[in-house]
């Protein structure tokens, strides 16, 4: 099939087979390895990206259904004048460890950002965390982080 | 883990998805959301050989009232019908529910029929359409049929859709003024399935209380006791005998997460909790 779609503002077509990942698409074909793959069921959250304003697992979504869309993923981030003030603000606190759960994290929190549904409080922030597992940190440093963004 | 071959249909309104699902019969297998149907398809315990995709078809999404009930069209993504002022006002119970269900990007992506459709006994939203005597609407090629929530969840992951049909909105009676909700799930952690579930609405204008209980059976039940109890006096006295008769009369589900014993001693608990903050 014949996927078209913009990717971090690139246009780009492909063509695809019907069960290619929109995950491996990203990783294999656009070479884009900041989005990591964890579990490949939806449970870890490590390949979430943006699809049209919305926070996606991109393992349970295949390319071809990303046709017409607008994906982002966490290198469309940074820029030439440096990290975003999420990135920063998970630096601060040291919200990241071994770095695998990540770019994931930080793609559920800018869109929840976009979406004006930022946390309001320290168990929001935990309810909204429960959807990204993070072996490393304890989630403390990220509860902080989105804390001092907020509201 | 990754899925075996299929063909992938993005039909763009209902009727050429009706078309696709005659024309391929028991080999297709309609994907919404996605987010039960990929991770079986990544582990291949399902290999459906075509999927015709509904995220195209825009007749399928939507909030409207109509009278006393709401439509929720089945496209509808579980976030956006959670964030919608008109479910929040005139079905709070179903907005309560939500909140429960996965977590944010997966109900970002989630739709409310494909939750329905798939019946899993620890869905919130099989629990709150069940409490709430909601009906869901089926199409095929040739007409449309509305089936109670009761007559609609047959068992674990087993409804009485027919092959042939899309299921197309979940129609849910509106909340009258005053009503009072409570939703209580125990989960291992936020977002995981549910052990024990309770949903429970009070209607003080026309002096009724609706309760569900769900995640400890095949499907989630009514409970009838409670709701007759409560138009009875002494209701708060009454109330432990109340939930210890209707979880005895559950054959409760054993799995990883929980015994059968343990989830009725907890289902028992959640009960009551739900019970008595709708009343308060």
């Not at chain 1, 606190?93 to 770095?99: F, I, K, V």
């Not at chain 2, 582990?43 to 929720?72: F, K, Y």
């Not at chain 2, 709430?132 to 068992?155: G, M, N, P, Y």
Request: aromatic share 4%; with cysteine; proline share 4%.
């Amino acid at each position: 099939m014949i996927l078209r779609c913009t990717v971090n503002g690139e246009r780009v077509e492909a063509e695809v087979a019907p069960r290619l990942l929109l995950v491996d698409f990203i990783r294999h074909a656009l070479k884009l390895t900041g989005t990591h793959v964890g579990c490949e069921s939806g449970i870890c959250g490590s390949c979430t990206v943006i699809v049209d304003r919305a926070p996606v697992r991109s393992c349970l979504m295949f390319a071809a259904q990303a046709d017409g869309s607008e994906v982002r993923t966490v290198e469309s981030l940074a820029t030439d004048n440096g990290l975003s003030p999420l990135q920063l603000a998970f630096s601060r606190h040291h919200a990241l460890q071994c770095g695998f759960c990540t770019p994931g994290i930080l793609m559920t929190l800018q869109a929840v950002r976009e979406r004006n549904a930022w946390p309001r409080s320290e168990q929001e922030a935990r309810e909204l965390l429960s959807g990204n597992l993070c072996r490393c940190t304890g989630y403390q440093g990220m509860v902080d982080a989105i804390l001092e963004l907020g509201p | 883990m990754k899925p075996a071959a299929f063909v992938l249909h993005r039909p763009r309104d209902l009727d050429d998805a009706l078309a696709l699902l005659t024309q391929h019969g028991a080999d297709a297998c309609l994907i919404a959301g996605g987010q039960s149907l990929v991770p079986m398809m990544n582990l291949r315990l399902a290999t459906p050989s075509v999927l015709i995709d509904l995220n195209g078809i825009d007749a399928l999404t939507g909030i409207r009232r109509d009278g006393d009930v709401l439509h929720i069209g089945a496209g509808t993504r579980q976030q956006t019908a959670l964030e919608s002022d008109v479910v929040q006002r005139h079905a709070p119970l179903l907005a309560a529910a939500l909140r429960h269900v996965g977590h944010y990007a997966t109900r970002c992506r989630g739709t409310i029929g494909g939750s329905l459709a798939n019946a899993d006994p620890a869905s919130e939203l099989v629990l709150a359409a069940i409490a709430l005597r909601a009906h869901v609407t089926l199409r095929d090629a040739a007409r449309a049929r509305t089936v109670a929530a009761s007559e609609f969840f047959l068992d674990a992951m087993t409804t009485a859709h027919k092959p042939g049909e899309i299921l197309t909105e979940i129609v849910v009676p509106i909340a009258p003024e005053g009503t009072k909700v409570s939703f209580r799930e125990h989960a291992r952690r936020h977002g995981d399935f549910a052990i024990a579930a309770a949903a429970v609405q009070l209607s003080p204008k026309d002096n009724r209380l609706s309760v569900g209980l769900g995640a400890i059976s095949t499907v989630p039940v009514i409970c009838q006791r409670i709701e007759d109890g409560f138009r009875t006096g002494n209701f708060a006295a009454a109330l432990d005998g109340l939930v210890a008769a209707e979880i005895t009369g559950i054959d409760c589900l054993s799995d990883l997460r929980a015994s059968a014993s343990y989830r009725g001693k907890l289902a028992a608990v959640c009960l009551t909790d739900c019970v008595r903050e709708a009343i308060r």
